[in-house]
């Protein structure tokens, strides 16, 4: 069965801050994959959607990047942490369109 | 531009009562819905969707009515639980083929369901 992992859980990082969140997948080849943020009182907000290695697509100007060095490995990233990146960050990964969630991390900027 | 809308941001029931949850849509393109449910410091699990040629999806407890003149889809839980109380997402996106495309979602509604 496929499983998504996602770490940290939780982290607290003060503006300014580099940023790094991993997100890999098992159980499956070549997914679609997905990061979402959602920060108070917002929705799910689509940040970048990868369908291949290397092949990133933004949703959203922002100070975030992401990267997918591996087929099941798809990687946030910042090198400046704002007190607006606060927020739960979702991985998900998909087949057909069916999108699965990972468990997410709690990023606190302070 | 938000083009799944959910107008209300929370929503209190009673044990053992109805609990609707609604949410519109703007995108005439949009064909596939979804909910999601979310409870605190975990990803979002599915729960049920519906496709636009239908108007009515049932599994157990749960119901999606679809309206697609009004663009309005609505999510009942009959009877509701406490453990039913999470954050309950719509979602909404264009078919190609058997694929769905880019999911499109509201901005949740907070359900508690109390004794």
């Known amino acids: 069965s496929q499983t998504i992992h996602q770490w940290p859980a939780t982290l607290v990082q003060p503006v300014g801050s580099p940023l790094s969140l991993e997100c890999t997948v098992e159980?499956?080849?070549?997914?679609?994959l997905y990061w979402y943020r959602q920060a108070a009182g917002r929705g799910l907000q689509l940040l970048f959607y990868s369908v291949g290695i290397g092949q990133i697509s933004s949703e959203v100007p922002q100070n975030l990047s992401a990267s997918r060095p591996q087929d099941r490995q798809f990687i946030l990233s910042s090198k400046k942490l704002l007190l607006s990146d606060s927020g739960f960050y979702l991985c998900a990964w998909s087949v057909q369109g069916w999108q699965y969630f990972g468990p997410g991390t709690r990023l606190t900027v302070t | 531009d938000q083009q799944v809308k959910q107008n209300s941001p929370s929503l209190s029931v009673q044990e053992g009562r109805i609990s609707i949850l609604n949410c519109d849509y703007t995108?005439?393109?949009?064909?596939?819905f979804l909910w999601y449910k979310k409870y605190p410091a975990e990803g979002p699990t599915f729960l049920i969707s519906i496709s636009s040629i239908k108007d009515k999806n049932e599994d157990g407890r749960f119901t999606v009515f679809l309206n697609k003149s009004a663009k309005h889809l609505s999510l009942h839980i009959v009877p509701s639980q406490p453990g039913d109380s999470a954050v309950y997402f719509c979602?909404?996106?264009?078919?190609?083929?058997?694929?769905?495309?880019?999911?499109?979602f509201g901005r949740g509604t907070q359900l508690t369901v109390w004794p």
């Open positions: 979602a909404a996106s264009a078919t190609r083929g058997s694929t769905l495309g880019r999911l499109y």
């Open positions: 995108n005439s393109m949009f064909d596939y």
């Open positions: 159980g499956t080849s070549n997914p679609n």
